[in-house]
């Protein structure tokens, strides 16, 4: 005869229940745990990887995106190359000769000339380029003397390139920074014989009126 309280019954049932409990909740957590272990590493190196492919891009400086040159500026291709110039100048002055060599810059987008004119030695530079806003071709100049001037010329007409502009042109150079010098509204027209030949009939304007005109026979070296 079971006198055993019912409250001991209980206990015992429940010891029961929970050693059969405990394996299969120690398996379950070994097998989360072991599914964990094995997640874990593959996780963290998708992770890694994500993380160093980010900072690769990073570090990897980008390229900067390169604005093609203007299709207009191959307008000046005549100037390319290396020119000897033979400069006829106005009744009452000297013949001159200058040498000038053209070259693309800044990926096409401006062509810069050197030149040297003698007697003189006068050391110069031009720098022509295409105004995408004005629509015309420009003329940056300066030299050694300290003079400067820009121009504009609209596009070839005629088989002309009229560039038109003001020259700062300094009559005496000086040491001090400080001389004289005269203003001259100047007309360069360029004309190309052929692809070594090219012609510059140059009208200079001065302030009180008076015009003289010059030209430039250039052929290249």
């Known amino acids: 005869m079971d006198t055993e309280k019912p409250e001991g019954q209980e206990r015992r049932l429940a010891r029961a229940l929970w050693r059969r409990r405990v394996p299969i909740g120690i398996t379950s957590a070994a097998a989360v745990g072991l599914a964990l272990l094995a997640v874990g590493p593959v996780g963290a190196e998708t992770a890694n990887k994500s993380e160093a492919a980010a900072q ?9 995106r390169t604005l093609p040159a203007p299709p207009q ?11 000897t110039c033979d400069y006829a100048p106005p ?5 001159a000769t200058m040498t ?14 050197d030149a040297t004119m003698q007697p003189g030695d006068v050391v110069g530079r031009a720098t022509f380029g ?3 806003v004005a629509k015309k071709f420009i003329n940056q100049y300066h030299d ?17 390139l009229v560039f038109t502009g003001r020259l700062s042109q300094v009559v005496k ?12 509204d100047l007309r360069d027209d360029y004309q190309v014989v052929n692809k070594n030949h090219f012609t510059n009939e140059q009208r200079m304007t001065f302030s009180d009126g008076t015009v003289l005109t010059g030209s430039y026979d250039c052929r290249r070296k």
């Open 91 to 95: 009744p009452g002055s000297k013949p």
């Open 100 to 113: 000038m060599t053209t070259k693309r810059a800044m990926g096409g987008h401006y062509y810069y000339t």
């Open 73 to 83: 500026v191959r307008g000046l291709d005549f100037l390319l190359g290396t020119f």
């Open 56 to 64: 690769s891009q990073h570090s990897q400086p980008k390229k900067p």
């Open 144 to 160: 050694n003397w300290g003079s400067s001037a820009n121009y504009a010329a609209g596009p070839w007409k005629d088989g002309h």
């Open 173 to 184: 150079p000086s040491p001090t920074g400080e001389t004289t010098g005269v203003p001259i």
């Open 130 to 132: 295409w105004d995408p």
